[in-house]
């Protein structure tokens, strides 16, 4: 958190045309155009920023030591690390806002469906209703209509006595007769 807060500075007095102070340390025993013995008694010129492998004349690998990049570069790199992370914020902050729009458009349409809902379950409940009255209206002519069956089934039943009855005595009327 101090080097990147040490790294704004400087490039705060940069931009304000400031002479930028720094501490410098020993050169790296690798700096560029240092030279490097990679093998028996040869020497290699190390060139631009290190941390990759090298062969020497007899095919031996030796490593370089990593060296740190010149102030230009940290700055351009610097000021490229902030802008792609302030690309990816804006980018994290779309997404963010896209798609709460997104949950306000579908509380907007759900809560549509539910009044268009509410709607049609007034209006059943207000068919229900009429259908109530109308039942409630209707209901002294079934009670009518019951009685009408009652008494049909009673004189159907008287009926069949009297037909059963008339037999009885045509049978004893033929009985009659023959004697």
């Known amino acids: 958190m101090a080097a990147a807060m040490a790294v704004e500075d400087e490039l705060r007095q940069q931009e304000s045309g400031e002479e930028v102070e720094r501490q410098t340390a020993a050169p790296a025993p690798c700096a560029p155009g240092t030279p490097v013995a990679v093998g028996a008694g040869d020497q ?3 060139e631009g920023v290190g941390g990759g492998r090298r062969t020497d004349d007899f095919g031996i690998e030796t490593a370089e030591e990593a060296t740190e990049p010149s ?4 700055n351009e790199l610097c ?3 902030f802008t792609k992370m302030s690309l990816y914020l ?3 902050l779309t997404a963010t806002c896209e ?3 997104l949950l306000e458009n579908m509380n907007k349409l759900t809560g549509l469906k539910y009044l268009e809902m509410k709607e049609i379950a007034l209006n059943i409940n207000r068919n229900l209703k009429d259908l109530n009255q109308k039942y409630a209206s209707l209901q002294p002519y079934l009670d009518q209509i019951n009685q009408i069956e009652e008494q049909v089934a009673a004189l159907e039943q008287a009926a ?3 037909d059963a009855y008339s037999k009885k005595l045509e049978a004893k009327f033929k009985k009659l007769e023959k004697r």
């Not at 102030?71 to 940290?74: F, K, R």
Request: hydrophobic share 20%.
């Open 71 to 74: 102030e230009p570069d940290i």
């Open 160 to 162: 069949y006595r009297l």
């Open 44 to 46: 290699e010129q190390v």
């Open 79 to 81: 000021k490229d690390m």
């Open 99 to 101: 798609d709460y729009k």
């Open 90 to 92: 804006q980018g994290e």
